[in-house]
């Protein structure tokens, strides 16, 4: 647990760095908004979920597949790390853009609690939701298909990205959108590849897939 607490420390600290380093100033409110979105979130998740699952998550992963780690770092930089770069950049130190209206930042907030509220319910009932795709024989690997998974198959994902979506949002960048995009189509290649390595590798994932057709979006993929 306490390399759990550390890391999320870590990350929060990257966070504001990206957040106040752009912006050139500790004075942007909206800033200080997002790290307080994800010191709350960070904070639930050790409160709600299991605390093998948390100390899984943070430990040393190993038999991932191979394409996972390039990709989940690809993700993690376009989905988190250069929206909060270029939306410094763009509201406080260049203004490229004109900002997003406050009813916008409101939605981006929402969004932002609503993907992660999604995205910890899936890991609380998901006992092998760890950072890297692989099939975890030694924990007995099943198919879980209660909770978010009853509507879609991969819901952590699904409330990541609607997640994400809010943080441009709520600092009112324009052109923060455009990396998030980026970060969004890698999360859904992803999805494509694990969904496919479920589906070869773990025992009774084809038959779920029947069962839920979507990876992400009832009645979109």
């Known amino acids: 647990m306490l390399l759990a607490a550390l890391e999320s420390i870590l990350l929060l600290g990257i966070t504001a760095a990206c957040l106040f380093a752009s912006a050139g100033t ?9 790290l307080c979105l994800n010191a709350t979130v960070i904070v639930a998740g050790f409160l709600i979920l299991d605390p093998e699952l948390i100390r ?29 770069v270029i939306a410094g950049l763009d509201c406080m130190r260049w203004h490229w853009s004109e900002p997003l209206p406050a009813v916008l930042q409101v939605l981006g907030a929402t969004l932002f609690m609503a993907g992660n509220a999604f995205g910890l319910w899936a890991a609380r009932v998901n006992r092998f939701l760890v950072k890297f795709v692989r099939i975890q024989r030694e924990r007995g690997h099943h198919v879980v298909s209660d909770g978010p998974y009853a509507y879609v198959r991969h819901p952590a994902y699904a409330g990541g990205i609607v997640g994400y979506a809010g943080i441009p949002l709520i600092l009112a960048s324009r052109w923060a959108l455009l990396p998030f995009a980026v970060g969004a189509l890698l999360l859904a290649v992803r999805t494509y590849l694990e969904d496919s390595t479920l589906q ?8 779920y897939c029947q069962k839920v057709r979507w990876r992400l979006v009832p009645g979109v993929w």
């Open 26 to 34: 500790l004075h942007w409110q909206a800033a200080w908004f997002v």
């Open 200 to 207: 070869a590798e773990l025992d009774g994932y084809r038959d």
């Open 56 to 84: 899984q998550r943070a430990g040393a992963e190993h038999d991932f597949k191979a394409w996972d780690a390039p990709l989940s770092s690809a993700m993690f930089v376009f989905l988190m790390l250069v929206p909060l």
